[in-house]
């Protein structure tokens, strides 16, 4: 059932893509308009807008569908909720590893040196 989906899907997204590419831009319709590009045109000098768009929209009504049923199956097999509530956190352990805070730190064993002689002049 995930392949057949998926084939729909790859299927949905590359024909949206082609009828994408084959609308026009607004502009060209000036063009079109004073005759200029009427004659080229697969659907007349009316254009193809309705046509295109309206296939655009259903591809994308199916593409949307298809990703909801993908989502749907991928939750299915992963288990759960799909919040990821569903793990159980480890308790809290207390650790003795530390040293305790009101040791004093050891001071600097080695011989001072002036840092600001390092510093290029």
Do not use: W
């Amino acid at each position: 059932m995930e392949q057949l989906i998926l084939i729909f899907h790859v299927l949905a997204a590359l024909c949206i893509v082609g009828l994408i590419l084959m609308q026009q831009g607004k502009g060209a319709d000036m063009g079109a308009s004073f005759g200029s590009g009427a004659s080229q045109t697969l659907f007349g000098a009316g254009g193809s807008g309705n046509a295109l768009t309206r296939a655009t929209a259903i591809l994308a009504t199916l593409f949307f569908c298809t990703s909801l049923g993908l989502a749907y199956v991928a939750k299915q097999k992963a288990g759960g909720d799909g919040l990821g509530f569903d793990e159980q956190i480890p308790a809290l352990e207390e650790s003795r590893d530390v040293a305790p805070v009101n040791e004093e730190i050891p001071e600097f064993a080695g011989e001072e040196e002036n840092l600001a002689d390092d510093i290029p002049q």
